[in-house]
Antibody
């Protein structure tokens, strides 16, 4: 079965950093882009960026560039989203998704709560 | 960057009604348009790709049309389980921007 399995929920304090993982199974991880999508509480889907695990080619949307880092380790079929200097406004659900044209497979989501 | 605008932002309809949601791209995107359904508290699910292609398992009451800048998602006969927020997305090139969403409720 094709799956993306994300790391578990996190509670962090302002100023801390965080790295969320997304492991792909059941398909050739290196031949599909992996995207990251943010959903703030009660809000819509925001495309953050995307990585091609085969060569780590990465693209970001301007509003997230410099604020987050997307990476991948193809040896373990895992993509990562790193958030630094966390603020309360980073509180959100973060999804990874496989790009097969459209986003056909989604991870279960990782809830990140930033609170002092 | 290309902006994606959905309308309406919310709508309420009765079971059995025909429901239409529109999505407009600020520039042409050919048919590189997807629709997603997100039920409350759930993960988004791909509903339509390439503007009109239903993945396996998606009920045939859902359909999509359009190309270029104007697209439509239609539910031919609304069912209670269709209560969700629907998003369009362009995926021809990065950024793969989503529309702001349309919240669909049962009247």
């Amino acid at each position: 079965e094709v799956q993306l399995v994300q790391s578990g929920a996190e509670v962090k304090k302002p100023g801390e950093s965080l790295k969320i993982s997304c492991k792909g199974t059941g398909y050739s991880f290196t031949t599909y882009w992996i995207a990251w999508v943010r959903q703030m509480p009660g809000k819509g889907l925001e495309w953050m960026g995307v990585i091609y695990p085969g060569d780590s080619d990465t693209r970001y949307t301007p509003s997230f560039e410099g604020q987050v880092t997307i990476s991948a380790d193809k040896s373990i079929s895992t993509a990562y989203l790193q958030l630094s200097s966390l603020k309360a406004s980073d509180t959100a659900m973060y999804y990874c998704a496989r790009r097969a044209g459209a986003f056909d497979i989604w991870g279960q989501g990782t809830m990140v709560t930033v609170s002092s | 960057d290309i902006q994606m605008t959905q309308s309406p932002s919310s709508l309420s309809a009765s079971v059995g009604d025909r429901v239409t949601i529109t999505c407009r791209a600020s520039q042409g995107i050919s048919s590189y348009l997807a629709w997603y359904q997100q039920k409350p508290g759930k993960v988004p699910k791909l509903l339509i790709s390439a503007a009109s292609t239903l993945p396996s398992g998606v009920p045939s009451r859902f359909s999509g049309s359009g190309s270029g800048t104007d697209f439509t998602l239609t539910i031919s006969s609304l069912q209670p389980e269709d209560v969700a927020t629907y998003y369009c997305q362009k995926y021809n090139s990065a950024p793969h921007t989503f529309g702001q969403g349309t919240k669909l409720e049962i009247k």
